[in-house]
């Protein structure tokens, strides 16, 4: 029998994130997070810490891999058509899309984030989570999950294109 796999460090990083694009984020106004660099190819999640004043990591976002302009195609999310046409290039060059988001149980305060010897500061670009962190994600509430969202919507699509299949109606 295989071992159980666990998310690594190199899967999971840190990244900062300001309050008012959190509150987007988890309003659902924007569904894409933009960075000027690439994230590694192995980084399936974004820690996000809210910088200053919530001074926090509250969410835990699943993420696709790094988009560039024109392969978004989704006007739903703040400023993606804007990023489609490369009109912030100078400011970003890639798009991640936000599949899921999480919120952790209890916040992690960046004073914790210090003393547990996690971060000696704020994330700066991004830094990868220690596999101590990874038991603090133990217990999560979803907030949202786009990918089951668009499973449901598929699905609906069918029953009512297509009935429930034994020609009743």
């Known amino acids: 029998m295989a071992p159980a796999t666990t998310i690594t460090d190199e899967r999971d990083i840190i990244i900062s994130i300001h309050p008012q694009h959190v509150a987007n984020i988890v309003n659902g106004i924007k569904n894409h997070e933009f960075r000027n660099y690439l994230l590694p190819p192995s980084t399936k ?10 001074s926090l990591i509250r969410y835990i976002a699943t993420i696709s891999h790094g988009k560039r302009p024109g392969e978004i195609c989704d006007s739903s999310g703040l400023k993606n058509d804007m990023f489609d046409r490369g009109e912030l290039e100078g400011c970003v060059k890639y798009g991640y899309e936000i599949l ?3 919120r952790l ?3 992690i305060s960046l004073s914790d984030l210090k003393q547990k010897g996690w971060l000696r500061g704020a994330p700066q670009k991004y830094g990868f989570v220690k596999p101590a962190m990874q038991e603090a994600a133990v217990s999560l509430q979803l907030v949202f999950d786009a990918t089951a969202d668009k499973s449901t919507e ?16």
Do not use: M
């Open 105 to 107: 149980s209890e916040p």
């Open 154 to 169: 598929l699905a609906n699509a069918g029953e009512i294109h297509d009935g429930n299949g034994d020609g009743s109606e």
């Open 100 to 102: 899921k988001l999480e």
């Open 45 to 54: 999640r974004l820690w996000i810490y809210e910088t200053s004043p919530a």
